[in-house]
Structure formats: C-alpha cells, structure tokens
C-alpha cells in the first residue's frame, strides 16, 4: 500500500500522484478505474465521456494505460476503492498521525504503510509485500524516462527580481531582471530555470498574493548598497544557513556601529562565495574581529 499526501486538489498533484504511484509499484496496470473528476475528464461521463483534459491525455499516452470513468452514481462499479477508504482510515490513520506541518505526515504515513506490508490479509496465504511482488510480475514495465508532472509556464522576471506563478511571487537572482525564465511547479516546490539552468527553487505555496524571497539573490544589491541591511525585505525573510547568527552575534560588539551593515553583507557575500564551512572554520581559528578579516 502506498499513500501519498497532497495540499490539494489540483491537476500537477494528481498527475504527481499517478507517477509517484507507478514508481513505488514497479510498473502500471493495464486499466484504471476513475471516477468522474474534472481534472482527467473534460466532456461528458462514465461511458459517454468525449474528450480528456489535455495534461491528463498526455500522462495515459505516456505510461500507455486505458482510462476508464464510473457512471454518475454508480459507487458499485468502484466498490473496492469505495471501501479502501474507511480501511485506510481506520488502519493507517488511527492514532491520529501528530505532525506540525503537511511535510511531517508523509514520513510517518509511510512508516505506517511499511508495517501494513508485513501483514497477512484474512484467507490469504501471502502477506502484502509478497502479494505485490507477484502482481509486479503483471505490470506493464515503466518507460526510460519519468513524465514531468510539474506545472510548467514561462514568465518574464520583473524589476524587484520576482516571477509570478499561481497568483505568488518568487525571487530569482537579481541579474536576471528583465529575462524570460521557466517556472515549474511541484507539490511541495517551485523550480526557476533559465537557459535549461536551475536558478531558484522555493517551497512552494498555496496561498494567494504572497512573496517568497531568498536573501542570496539580493546579495549584489546589499555589497552596493549596504545601509539597505536594516530594512530588506528579502534579509527579514531570510532563514539564514546554520551558524551565521552565532556568528554575527559574536562579530558586531567588535564593530562600529557605522562600519557593521558593510561588515555585515560582506561576511554573507563570503559565506555564499565560499559557503558555511570554510567561513566558520576561519571563524573557530580567529580570537579577534580584526584577525579574522586578517586570515580571510
């Protein structure tokens, strides 16, 4: 058994579904059963149904399944699917999983599906596992190359550095204001491509009108324009690689007040050139401020 949690909905997550599923079998049945959902059936229903949504189409093409849709109100011809619901619900979500954020669950389901495996059904002479590993055998192989499920757009970068994607906004390097980049959305992140290069990936989020901002990209900006430190939005956001605030903590009393936002930026730029271990080592092997600055 496999759950796979989804924030909503929506078309990219239930095409991530289909893949996900696919990969943790091993393979794909020769037909599946859907009921009427408007993310896979654009006209019509059941038997009569006209025509796909066109993202849908494109993932049966490529795992090459057949597609077949209940009648409206008819739960008996998913009977199975009717009643794997309440199972899973009182077998994988009982206790009730204790997580502070969607990402947790996932872990803790799959642990719970993982000891699911190792159980023996009632007059079944096999457990879970040694049942799917039978059914592999029946499976269409999966094709050389995964589909790409994720929600992909273009869009032009705008004079803050941001992109916008499903009504939220994200950063990108700040030299590449102006420039036509890729944005493909995942269930749980937002990649930014430019030229076929990732330049940017954020968590993705399902609210609207919001701003996610990562403080590298606005590194260039904060050399040129230090005193900028106090008030930057992208810096007030930031969530800052493990030990810089130690480290800044312990470097500003050595510092004058007027002289600590270039100080400051400085020591980010180095930690993005040369990253956190190598600054922090310096760090450890330096008593004094001005030693520090000596040994860099």
């Known amino acids: 058994m496999k759950l796979i949690v989804f924030p909503n909905q929506s078309s990219d997550n239930f095409l991530a579904g289909h893949v996900l599923a696919f990969n943790f079998f091993g393979g794909i049945s020769k037909r599946l059963i859907y009921d009427n959902l408007k993310t896979a059936v654009k006209d019509g229903w059941g038997k009569y149904v006209q025509s796909l949504q066109k993202d849908f189409l494109a993932l049966r093409s490529h795992y090459a399944f057949q597609a077949d849709f209940c009648n409206p109100g008819a739960a008996h011809e998913k009977g199975l699917a009717e009643g794997l619901v309440g199972y899973i619900r009182r077998n994988i979500f009982v206790p009730v999983p204790n997580v502070n954020a969607i990402e947790e669950l996932q872990p803790e389901l799959d642990k719970r ?83 076929s290069r990732e330049i940017a990936c954020h968590p993705r989020c399902y609210q609207q009108n919001k701003t996610r901002l990562e403080w590298e990209h606005y590194l260039p900006l904060l050399v040129k324009k230090p005193r900028s430190l106090q008030n930057a939005l992208p810096l007030r956001q930031a969530v800052l690689p493990p030990g810089l605030n130690q480290l800044k903590e312990h470097l500003r009393p050595g510092l004058k007040a007027t002289n600590w936002p270039r100080c400051w930026v400085w020591l980010w730029n180095m930690a993005l050139k040369r990253w956190k271990k190598p600054l922090f080592r310096l760090w450890q092997q330096s008593s004094t401020v001005s030693r520090l600055y000596t040994t860099i």
């Open 113 to 195: 599906c993982l000891k699911y495996q190792d159980k023996h059904l009632q007059y079944r002479p096999t457990t879970v596992k040694e049942a799917l590993t039978l059914e592999q055998q029946h499976l269409t192989p999966l094709p050389a190359r995964e589909f790409d499920y994720a929600r992909t757009r273009t869009a032009e970068v705008d004079s803050l550095s941001l992109v916008k994607f499903d009504r939220n906004r994200y950063s990108v390097p700040v030299a590449l204001a102006g420039k036509t980049v890729t944005v493909k959305g995942y269930p749980f992140q937002v990649k930014i491509y430019y030229r």
